[in-house]
């Protein structure tokens, strides 16, 4: 394999003078404009050795040339030998953490890219089936070998590959396949903290579930209880399922998309839940919250968990727009005294940002905001502190008045 060069004809990539610091702190981004030259002719996807304007050996990287993130560091000690049985050990060392950490989870993400030590690697679980992503050329160049540990170490039913957006940042094709196995013929059943979900390994979005939202959905379920909520953008209704389990007397799933609506409806029968104590909408948020907002309606508990607005630097303009502008309309849409449950899965919005975009919504909105607690990913997203990008999501409870 290309990327399992011996180390003594590795390229080298060496940066431009005072470029070393974020490197040297382990961060594992190397931006085009932080490289003085590349030596050598390493391919997408190869691994490179990283070195100071004066010499000095930095760390290992995986190399893309298409990329913005020219390479990607991984390895920050020069006596350890980049080959098949260091991956592996990685690998096992992520799953190892998850079992530690959340041991009785069915649905739970096992691999979260730089914050397991293995760039552009996403690896989902589903009971015995295995979704993964492979996001740089790096991780790409490797998947053989990584299906081949995967099957090694957990004897999984099926690994399925998804696609996303974000390998085409990578110069990276579509990619969706089955890479071992047999897949479920249909929706998948999973339990999650006790609530049993439908989930489409092979057409629903991301891997087919937001596992990131698990603990999330858990600490918001009490406060559900009695109330009349709006789950706004609830994909296969998640957080509706929770609120109803703890005593909702009316939930709403609102969304724009028919299929993740249609597993919703099926789901909610499965549990029993009463007719009359929920409904799916198919529309846009942003039009129909203006519909309610012009009728008059109004909510207990609202749930505001958009898609990602801001994929890149240039649409955070936009996307501040975007999150100002459903909250808002969502603060008013509260009865006096509500709850407003608020998230951005956006990596480029900050939790600073954030909330200052929720302060501008209450100015707006003419409402008091207090913030009853902070959200943040499920602890099978954990983040490194060497690599604070990984913490993509946030979220607050505001006491609305
Ligand atoms: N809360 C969900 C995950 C939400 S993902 C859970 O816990 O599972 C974001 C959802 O927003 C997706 O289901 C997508 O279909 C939906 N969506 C995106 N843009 C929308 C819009 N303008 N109006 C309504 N739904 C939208």
Redesign the pocket.
């Known amino acids: 394999m290309k990327s399992q060069k011996a180390h003594s004809d590795m390229a080298e990539i060496i940066l431009k003078p005072r470029k070393e610091k974020p490197l040297r702190q382990h961060h594992p981004w190397i931006f085009s404009g932080a490289i003085a030259r590349v030596q050598g002719q390493p391919a997408a996807g190869d691994i490179v050795t990283v070195r100071a304007q004066n010499g000095r050996w930095l760390a290992r990287a995986e190399f893309n040339p298409h990329s913005q993130i020219r390479a990607r560091a991984f390895c920050w000690n020069e006596k350890i030998t980049v080959d098949e049985a260091f991956w592996r050990q990685r690998l096992v060392a992520a799953v190892a953490r998850r079992n530690a950490l959340m041991p009785t989870a069915q649905a739970r993400r096992l691999v979260f890219a730089e914050s397991d030590g293995l760039p552009g690697l996403i690896v989902d679980a589903y009971g015995p089936h295995l979704v993964a992503q492979f996001l740089t050329a790096g991780a790409e160049a490797r998947k053989a070998m990584t299906v081949q540990h995967l099957v090694e170490h957990l004897a999984p039913a099926s690994i399925i590959q998804r696609d996303d957006p974000v390998r085409r940042k990578e110069g990276l094709p579509p990619a969706e396949d089955v890479l071992y196995g047999q897949p479920p013929a249909t929706a998948w059943r999973i339990d999650e903290n006790g609530h049993q979900f439908l989930v489409d390994l092979r057409s629903g979005?991301k891997t087919g579930?937001?596992l990131d939202?698990a603990t999330n959905?858990a600490a918001l379920a009490p406060y559900c209880a009695g109330q009349e909520v709006l789950?706004?953008?609830?994909?296969?209704?998640?957080?509706g399922l929770y609120a109803l389990a703890a005593g909702a007397k009316k939930v709403i799933n609102?969304?724009?998309?028919a299929e993740?609506l249609a597993l919703a409806d099926v789901q909610l029968r499965n549990n029993g839940f009463a007719a009359e104590h929920w409904q799916n909408i198919e529309?846009?948020?942003?039009?129909?919250l203006r519909i309610w907002r012009d009728e008059g309606r109004q909510f207990d508990l609202i749930?505001l968990?958009?898609?990602k607005f801001a994929t890149s630097r240039g649409h955070l303009q936009r996307a501040t727009r975007g999150y100002k502008d459903i909250n808002w309309l969502a603060m008013r849409l509260l009865r006096p005294g509500g709850l407003l449950a608020t998230?951005s899965?956006s990596g480029l919005v900050s939790a600073d940002l954030f909330q200052k975009i929720l302060f501008g919504a209450a100015l707006d909105a003419q409402r008091d905001a207090r913030i009853i607690r902070h959200f943040h990913q499920s602890p099978d997203h954990p983040v490194l502190l060497t690599f604070p990008e990984a913490a993509y999501l946030k979220g607050l409870l505001l006491h609305i008045t």
């Open positions: 979005q579930f937001y939202q959905r789950n706004a953008f609830s994909y296969t209704g998640a957080f609102l969304d724009a998309s993740a529309a846009d948020v942003f039009k129909q749930i968990d958009p898609p998230f899965c």
